[in-house]
C-alpha cells in the first residue's frame, strides 16, 4: 500500500479545460473520447474528476489521488489519424519529447532532473503493450517530488501518464507503477490492436539530403563529410534524433566532419581548389580558427553550452571582421534517419 503524507502534489493541467467532478454510482471511469474504461480505484488511488479542453485534439484527462500522490491520465489524438498502438511510432514518439519538454522547460519545476528513460512493459507477460518511460525528480513549491511519464498509443488515441510522487513515499514507486500500468493493460486488451510502427535497431534506414543550389564539384566533400557523421551516429545510437529526423551533430562532431572534408579538398591539385566556401574554410583553418568558427556558426545551443577553454573568439572575431566580410556558412548535405529510436526494455513490469 502507498503510506499517507501530508497532502497531495498539485497536478499540472493544461490550460482552457473545463472541470467536471467524480461520477457517482459507476465504479468504473471511461477514458473518453477512447472507448477505455478503468476501475475508479487504483491500489489506494481514487478517480478524482475529469477534465475536457477547449482544442478538442488535446481530448481529455483524468485524475486520480491519493495522500502523497497523483496521477492523471491524458487520452488525445491531437488531430491525428490512424495513430499505430505502442510507444515506437514517430507520432508517439514525438509526444513523449513534447511532454518531456513540457516538464523541463514548463510549469513552476525546479531543480528538474531526467534520471532514466527506458520502455516499460505494461505488465509481466510477454505479449504486454508497451509505453515510453521517463523517471523525473523536481522540486515545486518548495517540495521535492519524483514524477513518471509515460506515453504509448492504442486504439487510434495517445494515452500519456504523469505520476508524482512526494519525497516521502517514493518508496512505493515501483509498487504504484505496477498496479497503474497493468490496470492501464487490462483497459487496453479489450480493444482491437493496431499494427505499430516499431524502430528495429541500429543501424536505421538513413538518407543523405544533399542541400540544393550548391557547386556541383563540393559534393564528393561533403559526403565525406556526411561519412564522420554516419560513422559517429551507427557507433553511439544515442546520437540519434529520437523520433526521426536530422541528425544535428553539435561542435565535435561537425568540426570533424568539416576537417575530413577540408583535407580532401586541399589533397586536390591547387587548379582544382575552386570552391569559394572551401577555399574560405581552408584560410580559417590556416589561421587556427576553425574550432572558434564551427563553435560560433554551428554548434547545437541544446548540447554545447560551454565553449571549450582553448577556443579564443575574441581574436577569431577580429579575423571575421577583416577576413570573412563575404563569407556565408554553409552545410551541404544531411544525415535524415528514418526510423524511430527505440529505448531500452526495462525487464521489471
Partial sequence: MI???????????????????????????????SKFRLLQNIGPMRF??????????????FGFGA?????????????LRDIPDGPDSVPACEQFERAKTEI????????????????????????????????????????????????????GYFVKLRLSLRQEVVDELDDARAQILAT?????????????????????ETSIVIEPGGDPDDSAL??????ELLRAVIASPERLPPCGGTVVPGFALDLAGRRSALREYLARAAEQQTSAYFSDLARIEAAGFLEEYVWQYLRDPSTDTTPPANLDLGA?????????????????AHVRVNTVRALPLDPAP
Fill in 48 to 61: 478524482t474528476g475529469q477534465n475536457r479542453y477547449s482544442d478538442r485534439r488535446l481530448g481529455r484527462s
Fill in 104 to 155: 523541463e522547460q514548463g510549469g513552476n519545476y525546479e531543480n528538474v532532473v531526467l534520471r532514466r528513460q527506458v520502455t516499460r512493459r505494461m505488465s509481466d507477460t510477454a505479449a504486454a503493450p508497451l509505453a515510453r518511460e521517463a523517471l523525473y525528480e523536481f522540486d515545486r513549491n518548495g517540495i521535492h517530488a519524483v514524477s513518471l511519464l509515460w506515453v504509448t498509443a492504442a486504439d
Fill in 67 to 79: 495522500s502523497g500522490i497523483s496521477l492523471t491520465i491524458y487520452v488525445y489524438d491531437f488531430g
Fill in 184 to 204: 492501464l493493460a487490462d483497459a487496453f486488451a479489450a480493444r482491437p490492436t493496431k499494427p505499430a510502427g516499431a524502430a528495429e535497431g541500429i543501424p536505421p
Fill in 222 to 227: 561533403w559526403f565525406d563529410y556526411v561519412n
Fill in 3 to 33: 503510506r499517507r503524507a501530508a497532502s497531495c502534489l498539485v497536478v499540472l493541467l493544461l490550460t482552457g479545460s473545463a472541470a467536471h467532478p467524480a461520477a457517482l454510482g459507476d465504479n468504473t471511469v471511461k477514458l473518453l473520447p
Fill in 316 to 332: 577569431f572575431e577580429k579575423f571575421r571582421e577583416a577576413n570573412l566580410a563575404t563569407h556565408v556558412v554553409r552545410t551541404g
